[in-house]
């Protein structure tokens, strides 16, 4: 589990794709306190540690971890997000007794939504984002929504053609989100341009109502 509070922003340091794709990735991490087996979710995407060293000894290399990405995870992911050079918000797993900043988190991508503006609001920015109909009647206005791996709340909800929605006749559904300057720092949603796709994760809760309704139509 985790709460959507981003720890360390790491970098892909080396991508090798034999049956599934190992990921090297940088980290401000102090390596030796990561036990291999242990999760560490990637931009949204809970992975487990396979291997890892500490920062060389001269200072000239960062730590690093590395997971191993199936293809299954690769089909669900974000595009390009494992890619040489891609930067990634990290999040150590939550310990028993740890605060929780955010809302509960578990690292499985329920879809990928595209972003459609970025616009300055004050000092924050605001995000439009769309997203697929599948996931729209589970997100909320003041509702929680992970968006790669970081906890917001969403301001607004439109669907497509309603008043004062971004009408471009897809009959999707928009959010809007505000992110404020710390965040624009501690994460990499300040690097989100128009056309990205990003990674959504849904409440947890409107996850099993997801599943109930589902079953009741079935």
């Not at 990928?112 to 984002?129: F, H, M, Y």
Request: charged share 25%.
């Amino acid at each position: 589990m985790f709460t959507g509070i981003i720890s360390d922003i790491g970098t892909v340091r080396s991508v090798a794709r034999t049956g599934d794709t190992r990921v090297v990735i940088d980290c401000g991490y102090d390596t030796a306190t990561i036990d291999l087996g242990a999760s560490i979710a990637c931009s949204g995407v809970c992975l487990t540690v396979v291997d890892k060293a500490p920062p060389s000894s001269s200072g000239g290399e960062p730590g690093w971890f590395a997971v191993d990405v199936s293809g299954e995870t690769r089909s669900r992911t974000a595009d390009g997000q494992w890619v040489e050079g891609r930067r990634l918000n990290l999040e150590r797993a939550l310990r028993l007794g740890d605060e929780l900043g955010g809302h509960i988190v578990t690292g499985h991508v329920d879809g990928l939504a595209e972003v459609i503006r970025v616009e300055p609001d004050g000092d924050s920015t605001r995000l439009e984002i769309a997203v697929p109909a599948a996931l729209a009647p589970f997100v909320a206005g003041k509702g929680s929504v992970t968006v790669d791996g970081v906890s917001l709340t969403v301001n607004r909800v439109l669907d497509d053609d309603s008043d004062g929605g971004a009408d471009d006749g897809s009959g999707r559904t928009w959010m809007t989100l505000n992110i404020i300057p710390h965040t624009q720092g501690a994460t990499t949603l300040g690097d989100l341009a128009p056309g990205q796709s990003v990674n959504i994760e849904i409440d947890v809760l409107a996850r099993y109502l997801m599943r109930m309704e589902t079953y009741r139509r079935g």
